[in-house]
């Protein structure tokens, strides 16, 4: 077993691990956090997408003991008293999931898009993206409206980056 | 995945020292390739040391017509330093194709070469640049330094430290895309250096990425895509695999070479 201490959503945390254990797994099964899901667990799909030290990346392809020391913001730390992050909401109002499987790896790239690449985001610049994010209902249709939408309103909005 | 030992040393001494001592030990660096390797039990080390936290393999300096790039340096840091894109724009490029943004913001230049994967983008840029590949022991050209499909110059518990890449005075690469995994079907790195132009192709080789000699002269005569009207690789030695035989790999080395002329010649 190895000790790995990190921040996850804002809240310290410390646990002893074998090595071997994904962060995604540690998420989900340590921390009982849920919303981070596993499609692929090949570093396909994207729907483990968390934000690590404010980047996204593929937490199915992180160990757990990589992320000591380090910050992590998952699909549960961006909404704050209740309200939904301006990117969750904009899914929700141009109906940008189906099943809702890939939704909350889409949400957190989807933010970590705009942090990189501003709120003004064309179609072409949100599709290419995307591209380590696999939707296999929506024909994505929805979630470039969506995202693009999300873009907009995270400028109005003060910004709630409540863990990160 | 089979269980491990994790090592997490702070200074590349320390990692040297570790692997020294560890039985049966692999490096993560990124871990983009060695993790999904590890979880299909395809390697399975019985301890694995993690470079991530050593400072001393970071970072970016350009010194006269050099510019060199810690080992774990990230992806995503090549793509936001203006360093590289001022010195090699055609790094900054060819990065932009590496993977997805996720893979990007983990994977690292030093576990890429190291891997030399026959698909990677690092390996025809460090060909084609004449790049140095730095370790904590020696210095080794890269023209000495890939061996073949996943093989290299490094000996057990070598680390890399750095690649060190002089300036080239035009340079581009063009890469037909793998739709799905986003490797390089076929990716070709052409550089115009003071003594000459290299060319050097990844993902078509069945030995991995290599050099191509008689373009390297007729666009060292003429830098213009034109010159290499006439010019083909041996289909004998191209990969094939349900994706592209390899006359259509071999195919696409012209074509993708005759597009990276015309695009460093255009910047």
Same mark, same amino acid.
């Given at each position: 077993?190895?000790?790995?201490?990190?921040?996850?959503?804002?809240?310290?945390?410390? =646990?002893?691990?074998?090595?071997?254990?994904?962060?995604?797994?540690?998420?989900?099964?340590?921390?009982?956090?849920?919303?981070?899901?596993?499609?692929?667990?090949?570093?396909?799909?994207?729907?483990?997408?968390?934000?690590?030290?404010?980047?996204?990346?593929?937490?199915?392809?992180?160990?757990?003991?990589?992320?000591?020391?380090?910050?992590?913001?998952?699909?549960?730390?961006?909404?704050?008293?209740?309200?939904?992050?301006?990117?969750?909401? =904009?899914?929700?109002?141009?109906?940008?999931?189906?099943?809702?499987?890939?939704?909350?790896?889409?949400?957190?790239?989807?933010?970590?898009?705009?942090?990189? $690449?501003?709120?003004?985001?064309?179609?072409?610049?949100?599709?290419?993206?995307?591209?380590?994010?696999?939707?296999?209902?929506?024909?994505?249709?929805?979630?470039? $409206? =969506?995202?693009? =939408?999300?873009?907009?309103?995270?400028?109005?909005?003060?910004?709630?980056?409540?863990?990160? | 995945?089979?269980?491990?030992?994790?090592?997490?040393?702070? &200074?590349?001494?320390?990692?040297?020292?570790?692997?020294?001592?560890?039985?049966?030990?692999?490096?993560?660096?990124?871990?983009?390739?060695?993790?999904?390797?590890?979880?299909?039990?395809?390697?399975?080390?019985?301890?694995?040391?993690?470079? !991530?936290?050593?400072?001393?393999?970071?970072?970016?300096? *350009?010194? !006269?017509?050099?510019?060199?790039? !810690?080992?774990?340096?990230?992806?995503?840091?090549?793509?936001?330093?203006?360093?590289?894109?001022?010195?090699?724009?055609?790094?900054?490029?060819?990065?932009?194709?590496?993977?997805?943004?996720?893979? *990007?913001?983990?994977?690292?230049?030093?576990?890429?070469?190291?891997?030399?994967?026959?698909?990677?983008?690092?390996?025809?840029?460090?060909?084609?640049?004449?790049?140095?590949?730095?370790?904590?022991?020696?210095?080794?050209?890269?023209?000495?330094?890939?061996?073949?499909?996943?093989?290299?110059?490094?000996?057990?518990?070598?680390?890399?430290?750095?690649?060190?890449?002089?300036?080239?005075?035009?340079?581009?690469?063009?890469? #037909?895309?793998?739709?799905?995994?986003?490797?390089?079907?076929?990716?070709?790195?052409?550089?115009?250096?003071?003594? !000459?132009?290299?060319?050097?192709?990844?993902?078509?080789? &069945?030995?991995?990425?290599?050099?191509?000699?008689?373009?390297?002269?007729?666009? &060292?005569?003429? #830098?213009?895509?034109?010159?290499?009207?006439?010019? &083909?690789?041996?289909?004998?030695?191209?990969?094939?695999?349900?994706?592209?035989?390899?006359?259509?790999?071999?195919?696409?080395?012209?074509?993708?070479?005759?597009?990276?002329?015309?695009?460093?010649?255009?910047?």
């Amino acid at each position: 077993m190895t000790t790995v201490s990190l921040t996850v959503n804002g809240q310290s945390v410390t =646990a002893d691990v074998d090595p071997r254990t994904l962060l995604v797994q540690f998420l989900r099964d340590n921390l009982r956090l849920t919303g981070t899901h596993v499609g692929c667990d090949t570093s396909q799909c994207g729907a483990c997408v968390v934000h690590l030290n404010g980047q996204a990346v593929k937490s199915c392809t992180v160990l757990a003991v990589q992320a000591n020391a380090n910050i992590v913001t998952t699909i549960e730390g961006i909404s704050q008293g209740g309200e939904l992050h301006p990117m969750q909401a =904009a899914f929700r109002e141009h109906h940008g999931l189906q099943c809702g499987y890939c939704t909350p790896g889409m949400i957190m790239a989807a933010i970590d898009i705009v942090n990189r $690449k501003g709120n003004a985001l064309d179609e072409q610049t949100i599709r290419t993206e995307l591209e380590g994010n696999l939707c296999r209902c929506t024909g994505y249709h929805n979630i470039v $409206k =969506a995202v693009a =939408a999300g873009a907009q309103a995270m400028a109005q909005t003060p910004l709630r980056q409540a863990a990160e | 995945m089979y269980a491990f030992e994790y090592h997490r040393p702070t &200074s590349v001494s320390e990692a040297a020292k570790l692997a020294g001592q560890a039985d049966d030990m692999k490096f993560i660096a990124g871990g983009h390739t060695l993790l999904p390797t590890m979880k299909m039990r395809l390697a399975g080390p019985a301890n694995l040391i993690d470079l !991530g936290q050593i400072a001393e393999l970071r970072g970016i300096t *350009r010194s !006269g017509d050099t510019l060199t790039i !810690g080992a774990m340096t990230r992806y995503v840091e090549v793509l936001n330093s203006a360093e590289v894109r001022d010195a090699i724009p055609a790094l900054v490029e060819m990065t932009e194709l590496v993977g997805d943004p996720h893979v *990007r913001h983990r994977g690292t230049i030093g576990g890429s070469i190291a891997n030399n994967d026959p698909s990677a983008d690092y390996p025809a840029a460090c060909l084609a640049l004449n790049a140095t590949i730095v370790t904590d022991r020696r210095k080794i050209a890269a023209d000495d330094f890939f061996q073949g499909i996943f093989t290299t110059a490094l000996d057990e518990g070598e680390i890399i430290t750095q690649v060190s890449f002089p300036i080239p005075s035009q340079a581009a690469y063009a890469k #037909f895309r793998h739709p799905a995994s986003r490797y390089a079907l076929v990716g070709v790195f052409v550089a115009k250096h003071t003594d !000459g132009v290299r060319v050097a192709v990844t993902g078509a080789g &069945s030995n991995g990425v290599f050099r191509v000699a008689e373009m390297e002269d007729a666009l &060292s005569r003429n #830098f213009a895509a034109d010159a290499l009207n006439g010019i &083909s690789v041996a289909e004998d030695e191209m990969n094939g695999d349900i994706h592209a035989d390899a006359a259509y790999r071999a195919h696409l080395v012209g074509v993708m070479a005759r597009r990276a002329v015309q695009a460093a010649t255009l910047g």
